[in-house]
């Protein structure tokens, strides 16, 4: 049984097929493309962030394996037999500050799971210039034996004017 449609029915089916033809098509096909092209696009961002996050990772982990590869032949070349207060008092004498320690209070902390202990001493000097001061903390400061200051206070004489005290804690690694 054949249904007989006229010229303008024909043409209304035809565009009704069609339209929903393109309906599925855009449907099914052409948006899931452009959605996963739109999370694909995301995806490549997101990693090109972690990549740049690596790379900085990376860069900062060379530079601490190279300060690391410092130490350790800073470490080689120490005098043996080195301690932090030894040298704190040696050149205390050197820097003309030896009479006016009044204290020098030493500790030592072992690093988990390494060969290596942060040796650390307090130390007070009373009565004391300006000058006599930078140096000997300039002393610190440029030694070759890896010695950093951690602490510092530093506050006024009280027998003279222009003199002062000054309290501070400086620690290094000592196998």
């Known amino acids: 049984m054949a249904i007989k449609l006229n010229k303008r029915e024909k043409i209304s089916v035809a565009a009704a097929t069609a339209a929903i033809a393109m309906f599925i098509l855009l449907q099914f096909l052409v948006l899931p493309l ?6 694909l696009s995301q995806l490549i961002s997101t990693r090109q962030k972690e990549f740049d996050q690596i790379r900085v990772l ?6 601490t394996a190279k300060q690391t590869e410092q ?16 040298f704190l008092e040696t050149l205390a004498g050197k820097t003309g500050v030896k009479s006016r320690i009044s204290y020098m209070k030493p500790s030592s902390t072992p690093l988990k799971d390494s060969p290596y202990r942060i040796s650390m001493v307090e ?3 009373k009565d004391i210039t300006m000058p006599q001061l930078l140096s000997y903390l300039h002393g610190i400061e440029t030694s ?22 000054t309290v501070f804690q400086v620690e290094t690694l000592e196998k």
């Not at 452009?34 to 999370?39: G, K, L, S, V, Y």
């Not at 130490?71 to 030894?86: C, D, H, I, V």
């Not at 034996?145 to 027998?159: P, T, V, Y």
């Open 71 to 86: 130490a350790q032949r800073y470490l080689k070349t120490r005098k043996r037999g080195f301690t932090l207060f030894s």
């Open 144 to 165: 070759r034996d890896m010695i950093a200051i951690k602490r510092l206070s530093i506050s006024k004489g009280e027998q003279q004017a222009g003199l002062i005290n």
């Open 58 to 63: 990376q860069a900062e982990y060379r530079q």
């Open 123 to 125: 130390m007070l000097l």
């Open 34 to 39: 452009f959605d996963e092209n739109a999370r």
